[in-house]
């Protein structure tokens, strides 16, 4: 064999290695970046588990807004003036007025169990079997007992929930209505599922 062709081979067989190893690295890196992005979770597991931003400027006094979080339906309330006084009035008729066996972050642990007294931010799921409780707010209701102060009625089982979502007594819920760990980032804006201090 000639010093030509085996120069003409030498260089071959580099240009082969060269150009095995590039689509071997170009391959690997194909196949890994699918398979690493498939461990990310989707937009909408991100969306269900992050923080939501819910914009009350346009919420009515005695109006409900519902937001989605977590798969779940966070119900906001601005409560009037009146709906706040009245709260106290009826806790001798609450199974846990006093917030104690509840589920609430520490800043809710109040007679409002909110933030600021004006919005009650808390999980639209019964306690019970995890119906979701309507509204009602408006005290008499016939539709809910004739001494209805206003607040939350469960329609599968009867449940009742005054409007801080304390549970009444002598109804199958056990518990008070869940409340959100949540803060105001703006006066029209309420982040849930994020503490200020977490922020």
């Not at 400027?57 to 003036?81: D, F, H």
């Not at 008729?93 to 931010?121: F, G, H, I």
Request: include cysteine.
């Amino acid at each position: 064999m000639s010093a030509e062709v085996e120069q003409v081979d030498e260089g071959r067989r580099h240009f082969l290695l060269v150009a095995t190893t590039a689509v071997g690295v170009v391959g690997a890196v194909a196949t890994a970046v699918p398979f690493l992005a498939s461990w990310r979770p989707s937009a909408r597991a991100q969306a269900l588990g992050g923080p939501v931003e819910a914009d009350i400027s346009k919420l009515q006094t005695g109006e409900l807004m519902k937001v989605e979080w977590r798969g779940q339906a966070v119900y906001i309330v601005r409560r009037s003036k009146d709906m706040v006084e009245n709260l106290p009035k009826h806790d001798a008729n609450l199974r846990d007025p006093q917030s104690l066996e509840s589920e609430q972050p520490d800043y809710a642990k109040n007679e409002t169990r909110s933030l600021k007294p004006e919005y009650l931010v808390l999980v639209g799921v019964c306690t019970h079997l995890g119906c979701a409780p309507l509204g009602k707010f408006q005290a008499g209701d016939t539709e809910v007992a004739a001494d209805w102060p206003g607040g939350f009625y469960c329609p599968c089982h009867g449940s009742k929930f005054d409007l801080a979502g304390r549970v009444f007594k002598d109804v199958p819920a056990p518990l008070n209505l869940r409340v959100p760990s949540y803060h105001f980032s703006s006066d029209s804006t309420v982040v849930i599922g994020l503490d200020k201090g977490a922020a």
